[in-house]
């Protein structure tokens, strides 16, 4: 598209955005009056379904080339002889900016619209046209009769002026005979698509409404209708209640949403005496003072901010009590001395009962960690056979702690088999270390 038709978009569209700011409290109205005058610019595109119907001189040379795609710019008039018939004349032109000829087409149309909104009308139309094509150089004019027929959309976004959208399809009936050289007219068939801006002048205007006594049409005689103007209910006096609560809107806290009058028309679902519009846990029956968020270890922290929402704790560690020491952290971190197994077995030697029980109380004295129990082997006999072996170890010592008052679910286990080493597997005393059990402990984030 050229630099010109890029500029009138742009003053188009500008002057759309321009008008809806001046106008933002603007009503769109039925538009299509009897009597009123329609006047519009658009910018179009302008597709040649058939590019060899180039201007044809029968006397002259053939023009020199096959015709592009381009666009146009059409000025309409329209007189609308009732809301639903109009008459409108077309002015289009194609310059000659893509093409090396200009296209000036008249289109008188019969216009109907259909169906009526307050905001949008589809028409159609169809009619007579005539073309005449302007080729630059040493070339005749070409003027040929046609038939049109159009189709679109009017938008009424502001009272006297709208966007227009249309879709045009135009045949051109070649009239003139075959040439000398054996030349012939061809019939044009070409698609245009247009935009633009139009405004509408005078018209009938609707007549008044004669005044009745139930303004607002809802059953409720003005004078005993606390909202005369606005459809409303019997139980709010005439004034509009969408949710039925007998709470006019206007005096309901919660419109949307019916509710107990003595609750300014705000529902309780869960009934624990703090509206939803209030309460942080609408679904759940909670405590006031944790605006209505149920507390379930009685920590005085709501479980919605509650890190260990079951386990009693403090507000600095988030919920949860207070996490073990740094030195018994570090203590059942990592590799566990101590904990060993019967040769190519899962059972647990009765040295290692020790420290397991000095683990247990520290995962019942904090009840808030987790543990990951991590078996690792060294590389004698199979891959296959140490990742189970190292499995089975990790299980053992889980179970070994589960019965002694541990929660299981707080226990995660994994074999390594050999895939972990933390020495080469070169001699005993290095195959030894890689045998080992390692702990993970892991608190609520």
Known sequence: MSRRSTRLLTALATTAFGLGALSPAAQAKPFIKKGSV???LQLG??????????????????????????????????YNFSKHLGLELALQLAPAE???????????????????????????GAGPSFATTFPQGDYATDSDPGVNVVAGV??????????RV?????VSIATSGAADDGREEVTGHDLIASFGLFGTFGGEEPKKVPVILDTDGDGILDQSDACPTVPGQASAQGCPDKDGDTLADDNDRCPDNAGPVDAKGCPDKDGDTLVDIDDRCPD????????????????????????????PGQPEFGGCPPPPPEEIVKKFSGAIQGITFERDKDIIRASSFSILDEAV???????????LIEGHTSSEGTREHNLDLSDRRAKSVRQYMVDKGVDGARIDTKGFGPDVPVAKNNNEANRAKNRRIEFKISQPE
């Open 154 to 163: 009017k938008l009424f976004p502001w009272d006297h002026i709208g966007f």
């Open 284 to 311: 759940e029956p909670g405590k006031v003072e944790l605006k209505g968020c149920p507390d379930v270890d009685e920590d005085t922290i709501a479980n919605l901010d509650d890190k260990c929402p079951t386990i």
């Open 361 to 371: 109380k520290v995962m019942k004295d904090y009840p808030q960690i987790r543990l």
């Open 166 to 170: 249309d879709l045009r399809y135009l």
């Open 98 to 124: 893509v093409n090396r000829l200009s296209i000036f087409t008249v289109h008188l149309d019969a216009i109907w619209h259909p169906i009526q909104s307050d905001w949008i009308v589809p028409f159609v």
């Open 45 to 78: 595109g302008l597709w040649f379904l058939d590019n060899e119907a180039v201007p044809f001189d029968p006397d002259g040379a053939g023009f020199p080339s096959l015709l592009q795609d381009t666009f146009t710019y059409t000025l309409t008039g329209t």
């Open 38 to 40: 329609e006047v519009g």
